[in-house]
Each structure stands twice: as structure tokens, then as C-alpha cells.
């Protein structure tokens, strides 16, 4: 099978065309030729005159892609919507459709809703519609029993009509389209893939349809592309060699496009853009040559927007049909530009939409404010270096789509905005000497499973700005994250205060293994009981150094003001591995997810306490905490539904358990402990703050 040459056209002004007058008012292109509907044909409109032929666009259509631009790419969605992502019935939105492609959610919940767009809405948002155009042709790609043929299917036909004219329009760059946030590159990659898994073949005697002969140089650059596009670390020095060498070698300008694009893309994970060096305020992070890589990236799209062009006219396939019918990745090697690996988060954006901090909180205030100390807008808010995973994951995308940090546990966020607000208000932020006592200026907290980092990093990020001392160790038995986080701790010039460790917090030291599944390592435990598939299809394993609280930290800390937990079921191992530290008082308050704890667990009738109907696991964790001096709250922590902003006291391991067995038990219920002890004051004074409660009022809910 093979593509019809004559309806992959070029044109080089959409002028020298005419827009396709099937499609007025609600009688879109999505309603009438995706499924082929039978209520939009009679008289001289018919399916094969409206939907294959030469121009599928509308005067809408058009006029909005030579309008668009790298700033307005969006569809207006530039405030990420907070709620589940997934359609939630009722008419069809852009913004929500972009949420569930940012976040890889499954699309075709929002495929039937589309078909029901009008002409003008379907116009609105060019990148939303070739989004879907392209996924609707890698499902029938992937799905029909007999593969369609390429020029018999609208929706391919229209994104290769979409994809010609906007190689022509100026304003918009390839990197613009691929952090959209449309994922165009990855929806071309699957549907390549489809491609090439049905169809196959030959497709012409072009460089660009050949794969390389073997042993040859070009096959050699083949073979660095593909190593790059699966994640294999090819350093930038090979690349340029590879350009260098690769003059003679091969006669595919796609090839030497895609070298650029690595190159610039390698390089933009370890440098900023200008535009992002001026947000990064922070100490002893230079930006690095940010002007360097915007060059080669400016070369790489000038390379491949040519080759794209040349190379699919002369093939008679098009930009798009070129794309898919190449044996070289070159949709993988735009997709990469997709996925950032180095973000700038503003700490402020925490503060506003998590923690919803009125305007007038001190730190809230000192954020907004810029190095110099004016008020400034959003783009001058103070700014921290977050790296992330640069592919598809489901914290990064997460990160990547909100510019939020991916910090579950609200409690410990709430603390550490009342600790930079009392230090604030003491002076701690300015040189000269401050009232009341010197621990005002001083946190020292423990985390256990961090994984990137993004509580700890938002966290010191915001203590600095109020002028606290922060000592921070981190235990994250990833070593991809871990390393990640190690990065984003030496950029922010933060290694004197914040110490990462690549292994899992247990009862002793030794070794264990982790388990995820592929894509959420950001869920890994030690505790492989609520998986119940061992497919290594569908899951990872890892091993891991495993080290006890006790031997790890330092003599010197007095005392931890905050332990921290995310350790999907190993809270109470950990415990076990810090009784020493817990009897000796130097814990002040432990933090704790119920659902991630009762990962861990088994039910009594299970796994029983000795002479108890409670479970081992409720008993332990209760024993533990009550041999640190400490009282046990539960806190649900949602803003609606049964029990929102409960706090009350967990007095047994009875109680524990009812709590894990609770039907209504959310992700936004909490296990916080606070120790009685008089060392313990600034814990104390910031314990109200963690539950959600005002200092001069009462802890626990009356009857509690």
C-alpha cells in the first residue's frame, strides 16, 4: 500500500488554494467526516467531495493558523485546571481536553463530544484540533481490522494540510508547538508507529525512506539518533562530532536536521533560554550559555523545517506523510523537546494555589517581591530550579503541566509557611539582629521517599527567603530520582543545607527491593503485596540500599523538628528503624499519608498484634510514636465531603485501625504526631498551623 502522491500537495501560501465551502455553522469537518455522518450529506455534498478532497480547512480554519504565534499556542488554557483529569461529561472544552493530553490521560472519553464542534470552535484552536485529527487516525490505524489507506482518511488528510501551513507560518517555532502542551510530536509518534507496524513496505528510493547500509557512517549517525530518542545518554560532544563528520556521509537533510535538534535539546537540560535566566533568581546559579543553545536550536529549526519541506515535496508524501513513512524517529526526536527536564518554578505559586495564603501573609508577600525588593509581578517572582524526569512520568508531566511542586502532604507546607512567617516577623531575613530566640532562624526536618524533591526543594527555597537555616536529609531509594534531586539541590545552590541519600528508610541497614509500576515510580514501595501483577510488562523492580534512622542522622542535630513520610507502606519499618531517636526525644513531629501507611498493612485477622484483636502493623506504628512521648492526631485535610478538616486524637491502636478500615478513608487523611516534650517548642508552636488550625485555638475537635 501506498500514499496517493497527488493529494500530498505543497503549497506556499494558503491563498493559492480555496478553503473548502462544505462547512458552515454547526456542519464541521469533525461532525461530518471522522464517522462519516450521513446527516451531513445531500445534493452536491457528499463525503468524497467534502472530506478527501484537496482542501479540507475552512475560512476559520485558516485564518486562525496564520494568525497564531509561540504565546498564544494555548487556546487561552494557560491557568491549568486543578480538577480530575478526565471528561466529565457535558459539552466538549479545549481546556480540559488539554489537561487530559498534558497529563496522558486517556483520550477518546472526549473523541465523541468533539464530533459535535462547530466550525468556529473547531477553528479556535488549531493545535487542540490536530491533536485530535492525529489521534483519530492512529486509533483507525491501530484498530481497524483492515489498515485504512492513508489518502482515504480525512483525518490524516487534514493534519497534513494543518502541518503544511504551519511550516509556513513564521511566528510559530517547532519548540513552540512541542511545549504547547498539545503533544503533537508524541500523537505523530504513536501514529507513525501504527504505521509502520500495518503498513510497512517501501515507500520510495529517497535517503529519507532508506535505513542506512551497515557499516556505513550515516548508519553510525542512524544508530546515534535511535539510541537518543530511547533514552540512551549520548553526550553533546558526540553529537557535534557527528555533525562535524557527517558532511559527505549522507545525503538525508532530515538526518543532519535531527543531529541539530539533539544537540539543542542536550543542551537545553543543562542550560536555561535567556527569557528563563531572568526568572531564576537564585544564589550562586549562574544561567549558564542559554545563548548558545537558543542558537543551535534556532539552526536545528530552520534545518528541519527546510528538510521537512524539501524532502517531502521531492518524496511526493508531504511533511507529515514523509514523517511517518521514514525508518529514521525523527517525530521521536521532536517529541523530546516536549518534555523539559528543567523547570523554573516560582515558590509563590505554592503558596497561592495550594496553600491559598491570603495576599497579606509575610511570606506570601516576600515572594512576590523581587531580588531587587520591589513588588513584582508573576514573571519577577522569586524562583527555584526543579528537575524532572525529560519524558513521559507521571509526577513530571504533573509538574510540568501545573508549575506546581507534586508535594501531597499540605500539613507539612502549611508548617513551613508558619515557620518563614515567624521568622519573618522576627527578623530572621535581614542582617541586623533579631528578637526572641535564636531557633526562630533555625528547621531541621528528615524526609523518607521525596522522590524529585519537590516538598523539600519548596521548602528550602521558601525557609531562604526568610532568612531560616535549613537543614534537611532526604532518603530516596530511586536512583533516577535521586540523582534528579541531587541536581536540583547542587542548582539552587542549596548542598549545604539539604542532604539526599539514594536509598529506602527501613528497620535496619541491608538491602530490599522497590516495586512500581512503569510510568509512576513516583508510587514505588518496598511493599509489593497491592500488586497484584508481577507482568514485567507492567512493572518495575529495583534494588535498593536500605538504611535505619538511627545510624544516619548526625549527633549533631539535637532533635528533628519534622519527620516526614511518603513511603508507601514502610512507615512502620521506618519507625522501627528510628526507636533510639524516638526514645531518646529527638523526633519532634512525624507527618504521615493513612493511605500510603495502610499499604503496609494487613488486617487483624491477618496479621494480628500479640494477645490483640488490632492489627501488628496499627500496634507497632502506635507503640513507636508512644515511645517518642508523642500524642497521635488524625487530620483529614479535605475542604468538602463527610469530615473535612476533622482533627481528633488517635488514642490506640483500636482507633488506628478504624481509621485505615473507614470506607470514606481519602488520600487527604493524615496521621500527624507532636511530642509533649518542652525541646520540642517550635514544633509545638507551628503543630496548629500543620492541622490547619489557629494557633490561639483549639487543636482537636470538640468531644475529641
Not at 168 to 191: C, D, H, K, P, Y
Not at 197 to 207: I, K, M, Q, V
Not at 401 to 425: E, H, S
Not at 535 to 564: F, G, H, Q, S
Request: hydrophobic share 40%; aromatic share 6%.
Amino acid at each position: 500500500m501506498s500514499l496517493l502522491p497527488a493529494l500530498f500537495f505543497a503549497c506556499s501560501i494558503w491563498s493559492c488554494r480555496s478553503a473548502n465551502s462544505c462547512w458552515s455553522g454547526e456542519y464541521s469537518f469533525a461532525r461530518c467526516c471522522l464517522v462519516e455522518n450521513a446527516e451531513c450529506w445531500g445534493g452536491t455534498f457528499t463525503y468524497e467531495s467534502c472530506c478527501l478532497q484537496e482542501s479540507l480547512l475552512s475560512d476559520a480554519d485558516a485564518r486562525h493558523i496564520e494568525k497564531l504565534a509561540d504565546n498564544d499556542l494555548d487556546c487561552g488554557c494557560a491557568v491549568p485546571d486543578l480538577g480530575p483529569p478526565a471528561f466529565q461529561g457535558g459539552s466538549f472544552t479545549w481546556c480540559k481536553f488539554r489537561q487530559a493530553v498534558m497529563l496522558n490521560q486517556d483520550l477518546r472519553p472526549f473523541y465523541m463530544p468533539f464530533l459535535q464542534l462547530s466550525v468556529a470552535m473547531l477553528g479556535a484552536c488549531p493545535l487542540g484540533a490536530l491533536s485530535m485529527m492525529l489521534l483519530d487516525a492512529s486509533l483507525k490505524m491501530s484498530n481497524s481490522k483492515v489498515p485504512p489507506d492513508l489518502h482515504k482518511l480525512p483525518s490524516f488528510l487534514r493534519a497534513q494540510e494543518m502541518m503544511q501551513l504551519l511550516l509556513r507560518v513564521e511566528s510559530v517555532s517547532l519548540l513552540g508547538v512541542a511545549t504547547s502542551g498539545w503533544m503533537i510530536f508524541n500523537q505523530m509518534s504513536n501514529l507513525r508507529g501504527a504505521v509502520q507496524r500495518r503498513l510497512g513496505g517501501t515507500w520510495g528510493n529517497a535517503e529519507c525512506l532508506r535505513v542506512p547500509a551497515a557499516q556505513t557512517h550515516a548508519a553510525r549517525i542512524y544508530q546515534i539518533v535511535a539510541d537518543a530518542v530511547n533514552f540512551v545518554p549520548i553526550g553533546i560532544t558526540s553529537l557535534l562530532q557527528a555533525l562535524l563528520d557527517e558532511s559527505t556521509a549522507i545525503n538525508c537533510s532530515l538526518a543532519r536536521a535531527g543531529l541539530f535538534l539533539l544537540a539543542a535539546q542536550s543542551m537545553l537540560q543543562q542550560t536555561f533560554l535567556p527569557e528563563e535566566a531572568a526568572l531564576a533568581q537564585v544564589p550562586g546559579a549562574p544561567p549558564g550559555p542559554g545563548m548558545e543553545a537558543r542558537s543551535l536550536l534556532r539552526v536545528g529549526e530552520a534545518s528541519i523545517r527546510q528538510a521537512m519541506d524539501s524532502e517531502g515535496k521531492a518524496s511526493g508524501l508531504g511533511a507529515l506523510g514523509l514523517l511517518m513513512a521514514s525508518p529514521w524517529p525523527f517525530t521521536e526526536v521532536l517529541d523530546l523537546l516536549s518534555y523539559p527536564g528543567r523547570l523554573v518554578l516560582p515558590v509563590a505559586n505554592a503558596m497561592q494555589t495550594i496553600l491559598e495564603l491570603p495576599k497579606e501573609h509575610p511570606l506570601l508577600e516576600r515572594a512576590m517581591t523581587t531580588a531587587s525588593g520591589h513588588s513584582g509581578s508573576d514573571s519577577e517572582a522569586r524562583s527555584y530550579i526543579f528537575r524532572v524526569n525529560p519524558y513521559r512520568e507521571m509526577v513530571s508531566d504533573m509538574v510540568r503541566y501545573t508549575r506546581l511542586p507534586f508535594c501531597g502532604l499540605r500539613p507539612f507546607m502549611r508548617m513551613v509557611a508558619d515557620i518563614a512567617k515567624n521568622a519573618l516577623q522576627a527578623g530572621c531575613a535581614n542582617n541586623a539582629a533579631f528578637s526572641g530566640d535564636a531557633e526562630t532562624c533555625k528547621f531541621t526536618f528528615v524526609e523518607g521517599g521525596p522522590h524529585l524533591g519537590d516538598c523539600a526543594l519548596w521548602a528550602s527555597a521558601s525557609l531562604r527567603l526568610a532568612g531560616v537555616q535549613t537543614r534537611a536529609l532526604a532518603f530516596e531509594p530511586l536512583p533516577d530520582a535521586a540523582t534528579l534531586f541531587q541536581q536540583s539541590v547542587a542548582e539552587n545552590g542549596l548542598s549545604s543545607s539539604v542532604h539526599v541519600r539514594n536509598a529506602a528508610l527501613g528497620e535496619t541497614t541491608g538491602q530490599t527491593e522497590l516495586i512500581h509500576f512503569r510510568g509512576h515510580n513516583g508510587q514505588a514501595t518496598v511493599n509489593g503485596r497491592d500488586f497484584p501483577s508481577q507482568d514485567r510488562r507492567e512493572v518495575v523492580t529495583i534494588p535498593a540500599l536500605e538504611l535505619a534512622l538511627d545510624t544516619e542522622v548526625p549527633a549533631i542535630w539535637p532533635r528533628i523538628d519534622a519527620l516526614k513520610l511518603s513511603v508507601n507502606g514502610a512507615e512502620r519499618n521506618t519507625l522501627a528503624g528510628a526507636r533510639k531517636l524516638l526514645s531518646k526525644r529527638r523526633i519532634c513531629s512525624v507527618l504521615m499519608h493513612a493511605t500510603k501507611c495502610k499499604r503496609g498493612r494487613r488486617p487483624p485477622t491477618e496479621d494480628p498484634a500479640p494477645d490483640s484483636n488490632v492489627s501488628k502493623f496499627a500496634h507497632d506504628l502506635m507503640t513507636f510514636l508512644h515511645e517518642g512521648n508523642m500524642d497521635v492526631y488524625e487530620h483529614n485535610d479535605a475542604t468538602t465531603g463527610e469530615g473535612r478538616g476533622r482533627v481528633q486524637r488517635v488514642r490506640s491502636a483500636g482507633e488506628m485501625d478504624s481509621i485505615f478500615d473507614d470506607p470514606q478513608l481519602t488520600e487527604q487523611v493524615y496521621f500527624l504526631a507532636l511530642s509533649r516534650d518542652s525541646h520540642c517548642s517550635r514544633a509545638q508552636r507551628h503543630f496548629h498551623a500543620a492541622a490547619g488550625r489557629p494557633t490561639d485555638g483549639p487543636l482537636e475537635d470538640p468531644g475529641h
